[in-house]
């Protein structure tokens, strides 16, 4: 059996068992009077979640896992597809791990679910990568036991990649007819005042609004705004229009790192819920 052992705990959130489950209530405490739990009666589909260290980021990604915590859906299998942040691995690339471990215990991958997307397959593009790895502790926190996962990562992030992997992921669960929930995994603006920051994100918030995935993709190239998963979000998109005739999205909860530690030059954290009634 091959696992992935965690490779940014204590990092990007805390080593061990306890004071995971110290911060992540912390969490709760502050943001619970602010997130809007009747979402949780919606039919999901997907979800845009921050994937930064969780004293950033945790705050706004927390309203998306107290959100699938209180719905009656037992999601079997949760696709986290994930920007490529080190250049390891594959154009697309499906891990070839049989499980995940972190400090609050092991989470199995959903393998024929992953087999069965016919993309490649390795444990290169996530050996060092911190963007599908934060979602799980959270996940765990937040679900009973026996949830499966399929981290997927992006290198090539365009509209025809974006596009095949919403295709293979549809194709695969016309065969498995899993429970599925797709996690987009991306910060938005990196860098830059809260003032342009926010400026730039509201033009790519403008096409994921209109679910239009061409025009966010040249959105984002030709303002050169350095949303970091833009391809995992075009996947989302073009699934949720698949699987829905009339997909919704909503933002549940907008941010940046200057609330944690004040400065001039942030990253932007935006969670965004795809569903439909």
């Known amino acids: ?26 969490i709760r405490e502050t943001e619970s009077e602010k997130i809007d739990y009747s979402y949780a009666l919606k039919e999901i589909i997907g979800c ?13 990604a927390m309203h998306f896992f107290e959100i699938i915590k209180r719905s009656s859906t037992n999601y079997d299998t949760f696709i986290i597809i994930n920007p490529n942040h080190t ?14 471990d972190t400090p609050l215990g092991n989470v199995p991958v959903d393998t024929d679910f992953a087999r069965r997307l016919d993309l490649p ?5 996530q050996m060092q990568e ?9 996940l765990q926190e937040s679900l009973s036991p026996g949830f499966r996962i399929v981290p997927i990562s992006m290198l090539r992030q365009n509209p025809i990649t974006a596009m ?19 996690i987009a995994s991306s910060d938005f603006t990196h860098f830059e005042s809260p003032v342009d ?41 073009e699934y949720s229009k698949m699987v829905a005739d009339s997909p919704l999205s ?7 790192s200057g609330k944690t530690r004040p400065s001039s030059s942030v990253v932007d954290y935006i969670t965004i819920l795809f569903y439909h009634d």
């Open 1 to 26: 059996m091959r696992v992935r052992t965690p490779k940014v705990a204590g990092a990007f959130y805390p080593g061990t068992e306890n004071e995971i489950d110290r911060l992540v209530q912390q």
């Open 48 to 60: 845009v979640v921050p994937h930064a260290g969780y004293i950033y980021s945790g705050y706004e």
């Open 87 to 100: 250049g390891y691995g594959e154009y697309i690339e499906v891990d070839s791990n049989d499980s995940w």
């Open 121 to 125: 397959r390795s444990d290169r593009a």
């Open 130 to 138: 911190h963007s599908a790895e934060v979602m799980l502790p959270l």
């Open 164 to 182: 095949e992997l919403a295709d293979k992921i549809m194709d695969t669960n016309k065969v498995l007819k899993r429970k599925l929930m797709i």
């Open 197 to 237: 920051g926010k400026m730039k994100d509201d033009m790519v918030l403008e096409q994921i609004e209109k679910q239009d995935s061409e025009k966010l993709y040249d959105t984002v190239i030709q303002n050169r705004i350095s949303v970091c998963g833009y391809g995992p979000i075009m996947t989302l998109i």
């Open 250 to 256: 909503t933002i549940l909860a907008r941010g940046h």
